[in-house]
């Protein structure tokens, strides 16, 4: 499996991005995908994941403002990202799982004041 990350850029702060991980594997509808990010100094933490069946979880410090979703018929999973705070700088990864874990590159997002 391989994922391709994309979207990422400079905002400021209360605007929006979309995120979008690509990826290239036959039976895509059946993984589990989730969105990962890393700060400077910070741990990589889990921002939000979505099932095969649709269903979703977020990190606390994102709900109400990030959306998670998915388009099986073009191997892709979003996260749409509004009001967007400075500590939601990070660079962003997508990953999923089957025998091993796969990681996308990772794409940055920079929201600025």
């Known amino acids: 499996v391989q994922l391709q990350a994309s979207g990422g850029g400079l905002v400021q702060a209360g605007g929006s991005l979309r995120l979008s991980c690509a990826a290239s594997?036959?039976?895509?509808?059946?993984?589990?995908v989730a969105w990962y990010r890393q700060s400077p100094g910070k741990q990589r933490e889990l921002v939000a994941a979505?099932?095969?069946?649709?269903?979703?979880n977020y990190a606390d410090s994102v709900k109400g403002r990030f959306t998670i979703s998915r388009d099986n018929a073009v191997n892709t999973v979003y996260l749409h990202m509004n009001s967007l705070k400075l500590e939601d700088t990070a660079i962003y990864y997508c990953?999923?799982?089957?025998?091993?874990?796969?990681w996308g590159q990772g794409t940055l997002v920079t929201v600025s004041s």
């Open positions: 979505i099932r095969s069946s649709g269903d979703t």
């Open positions: 990953y999923t799982k089957d025998w091993a874990d796969h």
């Open positions: 594997t036959r039976g895509f509808s059946l993984y589990s």
